[in-house]
T-cell receptor, first 110, second 114 residues
């Protein structure tokens, strides 16, 4: 079965710093989703990537799917306290269910 | 902006009791899902539902679980006889495109089994 591993598990950065979160799949990715979750709350959709080499940006968050389609990275530029939360990558399996990664907890301090 | 809603936000129940978690998916969506997240663990798929029937279920989704779309708007998850290990956050999601597009998640129901 497909597994998604995220790194790092936890990240503490100072406001204004850039950061990157990685998501590595044990199998080829056909659809890769990034969600953000605040502790104890629901999942907020950030971006979806499907094509190898595809890159998408929304405000200060950029996500990329590598050419071999087994890894994705999420990059935040000039982090702010509002970026704090748990970032989850999710992948389409061979059916329509999503398989989720282990999550990366981001804290941003002033 | 349309959103998935879930009720209640928090449910506390005694072991062995039945619980029903309710979800109102986005109105024009056709694919519905339940996921759960035990505290500190991954979000795990439970079941998908399309055209009034289960399309896929995980091994977690045993005979104690059932889903229903009783009317045109609600989508429910029933746990017949709750166990301590059922304590988790339960998320409902819906999608217009099945495996081709984004799944929109609800805010979750936190289930605590005592």
């Amino acid at each position: 079965s497909q597994e998604l591993e995220q790194s790092p598990q936890s990240l503490i950065v100072q406001e204004g710093k850039n950061l990157t979160i990685n998501c590595t799949s044990s199998k080829t990715l056909y659809g890769l989703y990034w969600y953000k979750q605040k502790y104890g709350e629901g999942l907020i959709f950030l971006m979806m990537l499907q094509k190898g080499g595809e890159e998408k940006s929304h405000e200060k968050i950029t996500a990329k799917l590598d050419e071999k389609k087994q890894q994705s990275s999420l990059h935040i530029t000039a982090s702010q306290p509002s970026h704090a939360g748990i970032y989850l990558c999710g992948a389409d399996s061979d059916t329509d269910k999503l398989i989720f990664g282990t999550g990366t907890r981001l804290q941003v301090f002033p | 902006e349309p959103e998935v809603t879930q009720t209640p936000s928090h449910q506390v129940t005694q072991m062995g009791q039945e619980v029903i978690l309710r979800c109102v998916p986005i109105s024009n969506h056709l694919y519905f899902y339940w996921y759960r997240q035990i505290l500190g663990q991954k979000v795990e798929f439970l079941v998908s539902f399309y055209n009034n029937e289960i399309s896929e279920k995980s091994e977690i989704f045993d005979d104690q679980f059932s889903v229903e779309r009783p009317d045109g708007s609600n989508f429910t998850l029933k746990i017949r006889s709750t166990k301590l290990e059922d304590s988790a956050m339960y998320f409902c999601a819906s999608s217009s495109d099945g495996g081709l597009g984004e799944q929109f998640f609800g805010p979750g129901t936190r289930l605590t089994v005592l």
